[in-house]
């Protein structure tokens, strides 16, 4: 069961994702960041499958060019990649046929100084497209907790 303070740091992780995608040095393959869960395959169907997921990143992409916080982070940037290596990301941890190719969270975030603050106000802005897509709140759960564990490599200060 998540609590309001899970869920918060859950979607704030996940929506640091995005930070993740900034202009990249290379374009070399990497592991996937997460392993796929053929299990949350329902889930995925629930977010409405990739077409489902591109939508969605859609959404998040201009709820944070509103959000003067984050617009810094995405104005200049290349929104259509970032959008991309997103979708691929949530698809192939929810057990979707999708390949992942972007840079692992570590080196994504790496120089960014992502504050506390603006990770949360990343989750706020993802939990804030979710439900305007009318993502059910437990498949955003169920999506958000293997997410989760990537925080880490994503705040540096």
């Not at 941890?93 to 992942?100: E, F, K, M, V």
């Amino acid at each position: 069961m998540f609590t309001f303070k899970t869920m918060t740091t859950a979607c704030a992780l996940a929506a640091a994702l995005l930070l993740a995608h900034a202009p990249q040095a290379h374009a070399s393959a990497v592991p996937d960041p997460a392993p796929a869960h053929p299990e949350l395959r329902p889930v995925l169907d629930q977010f409405g499958g990739r077409e489902g997921l591109i939508v969605l990143m859609d959404e998040f992409m201009a709820i944070m060019l509103d959000n003067p916080q984050l617009r810094p982070f995405f104005e200049f940037t290349d929104q259509a990649e970032v959008k991309r290596h997103l979708v691929d990301q949530f698809c192939v941890i929810l057990g979707g046929d999708c390949t992942y190719t972007g840079r692992d969270m570590r080196e994504s975030h790496q120089g960014l100084g992502i504050t506390r603050a603006e990770f949360n106000a990343l989750v706020e802005d993802l939990q804030t497209a979710m439900n305007r897509r009318g993502i059910p709140f437990r498949a955003q759960n169920r999506l958000l907790a293997k997410l989760a564990p990537m925080h880490r490599e994503m705040i540096e200060r």
